[in-house]
């Protein structure tokens, strides 16, 4: 079963750093567009990071020169450290991938969809990993 699965949240003081991992088992990243998101209680769903599979990068503006997102390919790992952390950065952080495009912001665990084949994947969401940040 294609799973992916986040690693390296934890509690953390404000103004450290954390670095979330994103791995998966039957799926090579090569070809998708990655996205980093979070949820925090009571809000929405947010991208906070993407890199398309040309590289392309995208950060939310709350985070722009604190998280850099980036990508192993021989490791098949996607990174996103993040540094100077907020209080505001506490959230429940999401691994998605997505062959097409990047995935919709939904910070829905497990979340599987694939194309008609069965090959690829629409969305594929991580079950999610907690970063919590005290003043």
């Known amino acids: 079963e294609v799973q992916l699965v986040e690693s390296g949240g934890g509690s953390v003081q404000a103004g450290g750093s954390v670095r979330l991992s994103c791995s998966a088992s039957?799926?090579?990243?090569?070809?998708?567009?990655m996205g980093w998101y979070r949820q925090a209680p009571g809000n929405e769903c947010e991208l906070v990071s993407s890199?398309?599979?040309?590289?392309?990068?995208y950060y939310e503006d709350s985070v722009k020169g604190r998280f850099t997102m980036s990508q192993d390919n021989a490791k098949n790992t996607v990174y996103l450290k993040m540094n100077s952390l907020k209080p505001e950065d506490t959230a429940v952080y999401y691994c998605?991938?997505?062959?097409?495009?990047?995935?919709?912001?939904?910070?829905?665990?497990?979340?599987?969809?694939?194309?008609?084949?069965?090959?690829?994947?629409?969305?594929?969401w991580g079950q999610g990993t907690q970063v919590t940040v005290s003043s």
């Open positions: 890199m398309k599979s040309d590289g392309t990068t």
């Open positions: 039957q799926l090579t990243f090569d070809g998708y567009h």
């Open positions: 998605a991938a997505g062959f097409f495009r990047i995935p919709r912001a939904l910070c829905s665990g497990g979340y599987q969809k694939s194309d008609p084949t069965g090959y690829r994947y629409l969305d594929l």
